[in-house]
């Protein structure tokens, strides 16, 4: 956000307040579950004052999941995904019918972009594969595309479609709030595999040198697997970047 210019004529014994910010810093808290055996860190986020919050890549363990959403007392309004593989998207209708039961009213799933649409209904499929049991096909409410905005505990969040790990893999990026939710695109130190049959290593890192890194160094971001980072430590120091 563009900083007000100052004036430089105040009197100096009576110095002027600072302006008020444009607008109240709302008090987002987060905490990260854990999820299936690829460790995939579902994101629970929520206003501390409205305690109302959103879900980001309920993989799978959807009892955990609904015990950190009880512990932090939260009413969640939707469930987002980033994209379609089975750690990220396997419990999202698990949880949607289990809030949606104990809330008294419908919690949508929100996203990722329909070109996942592919992996979201071979997740029992792939889940047998890898052995891991209870994760489900993913029926999203909607899907997302680049430029719409999503709210995620009440703050408005922009959607890039960011593909090369998965066809229809989606970023939430809030400019103001200096955050960002990369799912699998990015990591620290890492970026999303590309080895699948629809994987696509150059759209990859295009997309993260033309979409990511230019929201400036000081973005802060979560991502799928391992801590997050920010957009400048990895610009400088990813090795699969280019620089
Ligand atoms: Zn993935
Ligand atoms: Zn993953």
């Known amino acids: 956000m563009p900083g007000q210019a100052r004036s430089a004529t105040s009197a100096i014994d009576t110095p002027t307040p600072p302006p008020p910010p444009l607008r109240p810093m709302p008090k987002l808290q987060a905490t990260q579950i ?15 004052e409205t305690l109302r919050g959103t879900v980001i890549d309920p993989g799978g363990d959807v009892p955990r999941i609904l015990a950190a959403i009880a512990k ?32 008294g009213a419908p919690v949508p799933v929100i996203g990722p972009h329909r070109n996942d649409a592919f ?28 430029g719409e905005t999503v709210s995620i505990a009440g703050q408005d969040f922009g959607v890039l479609h960011c593909p090369g ?17 990369v799912g699998d695109v990015l990591f620290r130190g890492s970026i999303g595999r590309t080895d699948f049959p629809y994987g696509d290593h150059e759209a990859l890192i295009h997309a ?3 979409k990511l890194l ?16 920010t957009f400048g430590e990895e610009r400088r120091t990813n090795p699969f970047l280019p620089r």
């Open 34 to 48: 854990p999820v299936t055996p690829f460790q995939q860190n579902c994101a629970l986020i929520w206003d501390a």
């Open 72 to 103: 932090a007392g939260v009413t969640i309004e939707n469930i987002l995904l980033t994209h379609g593989h089975l750690d990220h998207a396997g419990g999202a209708d698990a949880l949607r019918t289990a809030l949606t039961e104990s809330q």
């Open 119 to 146: 992996l979201l209904s071979g997740i029992e499929a792939q889940s047998r594969q890898y052995g891991i049991p209870d994760l489900q096909n993913a029926t999203p409410d909607r899907f997302l595309e680049e």
């Open 165 to 181: 790990h998965a066809p229809g893999h989606v970023v939430f990026v809030n400019q103001a709030l200096g955050f960002a939710v």
């Open 208 to 210: 993260i040198v033309t």
């Open 214 to 229: 230019p929201l400036g160094d000081e973005m802060r971001f979560l991502c799928g697997h391992g801590p997050g980072s």
